[in-house]
């Protein structure tokens, strides 16, 4: 992901808000597309995969099922241990991903 100023409290909430979780808390009582419309106001996204489209989308509509049922999940917890094997496995692991989890 680039953003125009690469501000990096607003890459991590996009980034959170996108493929982890959403709520009242993180999303300031927002409704999703209106807190992430409000991210794109401070610093707008200028390149963005493919991959993490992809992944945003069925993130974002597997959420919206679970706060349907009222189960909400972060699905970046639920999905780190395929990550962290796949990329064992591809020899990319640098760092657990631990380290990089509650930074904002």
């Not at 995969?49 to 999940?73: D, N, P, Y």
Request: proline share 3%.
């Amino acid at each position: 992901m680039k953003c125009e100023t690469m501000n990096p409290h607003v890459i991590y909430h996009y980034t959170k808000v996108g493929i982890d979780e959403d709520n009242y808390e993180i999303t300031n009582g927002l409704h999703i597309q209106e807190y992430l419309d409000s991210l794109e106001k401070m610093d707008r996204i200028t390149q963005l995969a493919e991959e993490f489209v992809v992944l945003g989308r069925t993130s974002i509509t597997l959420r919206g099922l679970a706060h349907a049922l009222c189960q909400s999940r972060s699905t970046a917890l639920s999905w780190r241990p395929i990550a962290e094997r796949v990329l064992k496995e591809e020899g990319e692991w640098k760092k657990p991903i631990s380290a990089l989890v509650n930074q904002s």
